[in-house]
Nanobody
Framework: VQLQASGGGLVQTGDSLRLSCTAS????????MGWFRQAPGKERMLIAA????????YSSDSVKGRFTISRDSAKNTVYLQMNNLKPEDTAAYYC???????????????WGQGTQVTVSS
């Protein structure tokens, strides 16, 4: 089982990026999916999540209105569209899968490897 995250990079303030997380070895249709981020010296925090069938989602206050999480079951992939990026968005971004239907992500069953996003001012 593997979650492969990609799409990070070095961008300027105001730019956009789209992160992808593709699963192999399991079907994401039964999992809630989330994106976390961790800046140096800080805790890993949940910033966006989406339920099994995409019927509900969550975004943290820090990214609400700028980031959008979505999923494509046919491609077994979850996305994080990030618009109007700011220097404070600089972090390693991780995707995660939870068998629990809640969007709280108190339990993570699988983690993807991090993908680095760096936003220059």
């Amino acid at each position: 089982v593997q979650l492969q995250a990609s799409g990070g990079g070095l961008v300027q303030t105001g730019d956009s990026l789209r992160l992808s997380c593709t699963a192999s070895g399991l079907s994401l249709e039964r999992y809630s999916m989330g994106w976390f981020r961790q800046a140096p010296g800080k805790e890993r925090m949940l910033i966006a999540a989406i339920r099994w069938r995409g019927e509900s989602s969550y975004s943290s206050d820090s990214v609400k209105g700028r980031f959008t999480i979505s999923r494509d079951s046919a491609k077994n992939t979850v996305y994080l569209q990030m618009n109007n990026l700011k220097p404070e968005d600089t972090a390693a971004y991780y995707c995660a899968a939870s068998i629990q239907s809640t969007l709280l992500f108190r339990r993570v069953d699988y983690w993807g490897q991090g993908t680095q996003v760096t936003v220059s001012s």
